[in-house]
Structures are given as structure tokens and as C-alpha cells.
């Protein structure tokens, strides 16, 4: 089981019964039923939009011959990991200088203010004000800025934007 679990670590267990089913040439309604489970629920776990609970992770296991609490320590793991990429997420702008009204269009709760760098430069050194400008400058340092706009200056308290772009005649 240890090389079982090493190798699935971090996936949601939904993910890895879904392959086991289609392995096994089982449907998911009728292996639901089988576990007195409504379809549903089951069809929610292989998408990865439920978690296992104990007591189904036990039914998974038993019915597809697998040792106890295998699902159940992958779904652990899954949780960890979660938590580990929330935690390593943390560098992110101070909330209250930056205006929710940038970001109209999208949760600005759920950017992904690493992955998202380029369209949050971009988006603050279009629209935003010189207190957002700076913000954003510190978060990001002045080479993703500079590869972002094309300057890395402050002048009058601004970056001269997209400065790099001649425009099209």
C-alpha cells in the first residue's frame, strides 16, 4: 500500500476511483448503489467537487478489495496538500490599498496573485491609481514589472507604461 499511496499522494481520491472504476469496467451509478449511495454523491467525489467522508472511504475500500483506510489517507493527503498550496500562496498585495473595482470582473479573493502576475500588472498600471502602482511594485519586485510594462522608472510617481510599444502608424 505504501507505494500505492506514494504514487497517488496529492490527487483527490475522487480522481484516482474514477480510473479504478473505468479499470474494473464498473458504472458509477450501479457501483453507487451497490454502496447504498445516491449516484450523485459518488459522481461529485470522481470530479473532485466532494470529499470522502470516513464512512464512505471505508465502503470504496471494502467493495473494491482495496486495504482499509487506503481512500481515506489519500483524501488526507489530498487535504494536506490543499493546505500547504493556500499557505505557500500567501504573498499577496495589501488588500485595503487596492480597490476591488480593478478587479470588476473576477473574485479578487480567489486571484492567484503568482500564477495571474502578468494580467494583475497589467490590469493595475492600466486602470489603477499611484498608491495601487506602488503597491503592486513592491509585491512584485522591478523585474516583473519591467517585463510586464517595459519600465521599470518611477517618474512622477508613475512607471511610464507599455513604454516598450510603439504604437502602429
Given at each position: 500500500m505504501e507505494i500505492v499511496i506514494e504514487k497517488y499522494k496529492g490527487i483527490h481520491p475522487g480522481f484516482i476511483l474514477e480510473r479504478e472504476?473505468?479499470?474494473?469496467?464498473?458504472?458509477?451509478?450501479?457501483?453507487?448503489?451497490?454502496?447504498q449511495e445516491y449516484p450523485q454523491t459518488l459522481n461529485g467525489i470522481t470530479k473532485g467537487q466532494r470529499g470522502l467522508t470516513s464512512a464512505l472511504s471505508l465502503k470504496i475500500d471494502k467493495a473494491l478489495g482495496?486495504?482499509?483506510?487506503?481512500?481515506?489517507?489519500?483524501?488526507?493527503y489530498y487535504e494536506i496538500k490543499k493546505e500547504q498550496q493556500k499557505s505557500n500562496s500567501g504573498k499577496h498585495p495589501n488588500l485595503s490599498v487596492i480597490?476591488?473595482?480593478l478587479f470588476w470582473d473576477t473574485d479578487i479573493n480567489k486571484i492567484d496573485w503568482e500564477k495571474q502576475y502578468k494580467a494583475v500588472i497589467k490590469r493595475v498600471f492600466e486602470r489603477g491609481n499611484d498608491?495601487?502602482?506602488?503597491?503592486?511594485?513592491?509585491?512584485?519586485?522591478?523585474?516583473k514589472i519591467k517585463e510586464v510594462t517595459g519600465s521599470d522608472r518611477i517618474e512622477n510617481n508613475t512607471?511610464?507604461?507599455m513604454a516598450h510599444i510603439k504604437p502602429k502608424q
Open positions: 472504476l473505468k479499470k474494473r469496467n464498473l458504472k458509477k451509478g450501479p457501483f453507487a448503489l451497490s454502496l482495496l486495504e482499509e483506510g487506503t481512500m481515506l489517507l489519500l483524501q488526507a480597490r476591488k473595482i498608491d495601487e502602482k506602488k503597491e503592486i511594485f513592491m509585491l512584485y519586485g522591478k523585474d512607471i511610464p507604461v
